[in-house]
């Protein structure tokens, strides 16, 4: 009783509110360091938040990508590499001639970076063709043209 008689002496006198003015300057004090603590905390929590989302959205969007183009003259023997400067993250070779009526023989690919065919593969700089019987992307004295994307 004697505590909901004081609250209504402190409501009828002050209204619902207690203005820092009424409180000692200690007391303000302590309050303005516990208001920080928590205001840099939530700070702190909304920053890993957010970092978060930017991770998320990174990963999410797609990359720019530069392609470059270039030109080989078939010498016939495996295997191959030709450098060209970078690691791709993509390749890919046609013949000049485009698609050759041979169906039993490949003369344009895409290759993926990670990913090995029995033709074919990204490595370390540039590509490698590999001797395969079907593969003809090393023809002694064929003109192919690729693109490389980095």
């Known amino acids: 009783r004697l505590e909901a008689r004081v609250e209504g002496i402190v409501v009828d006198t002050f209204g619902d ?22 205001g840099l905390a939530a700070e702190q929590q909304a920053r890993e938040a957010l970092s978060g989302r930017v991770s998320a959205l990174e990963n999410a969007v797609p990359q720019k990508s530069e392609m470059y183009f270039g030109t080989y003259t078939g010498t016939g023997s495996y295997p191959r590499t030709l450098s060209i400067g970078f690691t791709p993250k993509a390749v890919i070779i046609g013949h000049k001639d485009g698609l050759i009526a041979d169906e039993t023989a490949v003369y344009s ?22 001797e ?19």
């Open 109 to 130: 690919t895409l290759m993926l970076q990670g990913y090995k065919t029995d033709y074919c593969g990204i490595v370390s700089n540039g590509f490698t063709l590999y």
């Open 17 to 38: 509110t207690i203005d820092r003015e009424m409180l000692s300057e200690e007391l303000a004090a302590e309050l303005d360091a516990k208001a920080t603590q928590v």
């Open 132 to 150: 395969y019987k079907y593969s003809k992307l090393n023809y002694n004295g064929a003109q192919f043209y690729y693109i490389a994307f980095r």
